[in-house]
Each structure stands twice: as structure tokens, then as C-alpha cells.
């Protein structure tokens, strides 16, 4: 039975987590604002601070 060569790189397990953890970190959407529901900028800006830490939109 064959082996994988030990010095293969490793491919990362989920890339959009990877992503999403390090904007967190960095605090990249701290200042968002949130109107309460979908709405354009306009909409939000009137809003308040964002309580949700990540909004995601599938199928983009």
C-alpha cells in the first residue's frame, strides 16, 4: 500500500472559517451598523451597533 509523502502540504480544513475567525480577531466589522432587517446602506446607517458578530448570506 502506498503512503503520502510526509512533506505534503497540508490543505486548510474550511478556508471561510479560517477568514471569518481572523476579521473577527482583527475586529475588521466592529462598527457596523444593523437597521433591525435587510435594507440598503441608508437603512443601516440609521441603525445601532451590530450585536450579531458575523451575518452570513448563502447563496451569495
Do not use: C
Amino acid at each position: 500500500m502506498s503512503q503520502p509523502p510526509h512533506d505534503a502540504a497540508a490543505k486548510p480544513a474550511n478556508f471561510l472559517r479560517t477568514l471569518i475567525e481572523r476579521e473577527l480577531q482583527d475586529g475588521v466589522y466592529a462598527q457596523r451598523q444593523w437597521g433591525g432587517s435587510p435594507g440598503d446602506a441608508a437603512h443601516h446607517a440609521a441603525g445601532s451597533a451590530d450585536p450579531a458578530p458575523v451575518r452570513l448570506r448563502f447563496p451569495p
